[in-house]
């Protein structure tokens, strides 16, 4: 039944012009700086080939890339997740999802699952972009990889966030505000909370605030170290808000 319900939001948002617009300023923006960061990586190779151990093509422009796709999904994620579940609120769809003979963990893990499916494809879009490059030049696969795994973990963590605000309203552009409000103050915040907590020694509390700092959770896979607790963080983040989520229309039902 995940599956189900996952097929059908994705066909949702394959008929959508939003997620239409949204993947094609993504890819516009992201297609521009990779370009710009490859066209500036060629006019300096005289100077990398003067240097003992230059930064490769990877580093100087396969990672900025995947950073800069990091920020497009901050925008993105809310804005395709304020429908799921804010417009089936609002159109009154909700109580039939709600009483047919499917658990609220299979709703949630459906929405979930068809959202990231959305996202993978623009995730394989932007490891495509340093790939093309793989017969020309010596990429570092390793960094790559970590790139990658870097930005599937932000993208779940910022789905279920999103799909956690749209539960929240019946409105799905208040839903997309709230959404990019929680992943806006857990960028500013978390970070800052670990650096304060950890400075005056209270490491257990400052690993604890490190769940809700995903851009920290970034860092380390982004520079290829393979980071279990960063790893988990990501991980530990999307679980709790989905399981908020599923409490949240669990409550809904209950009511009625």
């Known amino acids: 039944m995940i599956f189900t319900i996952a097929g059908k939001e ?14 094609t300023v993504v890819q516009v923006v992201l297609g521009y700086g990779f370009l710009k960061r490859l066209d500036d990586f060629m006019q300096v190779q005289s100077q990398l080939a003067q240097m003992a151990s230059p930064p490769g093509i990877t580093e100087l422009v396969a990672a900025p890339t ?18 799921m579940i804010a417009e089936e609120r609002r159109n009154q769809t909700l109580t039939l999802l709600l009483s047919a003979p499917v658990s609220m963990t299979e709703i949630i893990l459906g929405k979930f699952t068809g959202l990231m499916s959305f996202l993978l494809i ?21 960094l790559l990889a970590g ?7 932000l ?11 749209s539960s929240l309203t ?15 103050a857990m960028l500013f915040m978390g970070e800052t909370a670990g650096d304060s907590l950890r400075a005056r020694g209270w490491q257990v509390p400052a690993a604890f605030a490190q769940v809700f700092s995903p851009l920290k959770n970034f860092e380390p896979l982004g520079r290829g170290i393979i980071d279990s ?12 808000f989905l399981i908020l989520a599923i409490r949240r229309l669990d409550g809904r039902r209950l009511r009625g």
Not at 10 to 23: I, M
Not at 155 to 165: D, E, G, K, M, Q
Not at 229 to 240: E, G, R
Request: charged share 5%; hydrophobic share 70%.
């Open 10 to 23: 994705l066909r949702t948002l394959f008929a959508s012009p939003l997620a239409w617009l949204v993947l």
């Open 66 to 83: 995947y950073a800069t796709a990091a920020a497009m999904l901050l925008f993105a994620v809310p804005l395709l997740a304020m429908r």
């Open 122 to 142: 623009i995730i394989l879009l932007v490891l495509a972009m340093p790939l093309l490059l793989a017969t020309g030049t010596r990429l570092d696969f390793g």
């Open 147 to 153: 790139l990658t795994l870097a930005l599937l973990l």
């Open 155 to 165: 993208a779940a963590s910022f789905t279920a966030v999103s799909l956690y605000a």
């Open 170 to 184: 019946a409105q799905p552009m208040a839903a997309a505000l709230l959404g990019f409000g929680m992943l806006l």
């Open 229 to 240: 607790y960063a790893i988990a963080c990501p991980l530990l983040l999307a679980a709790a």
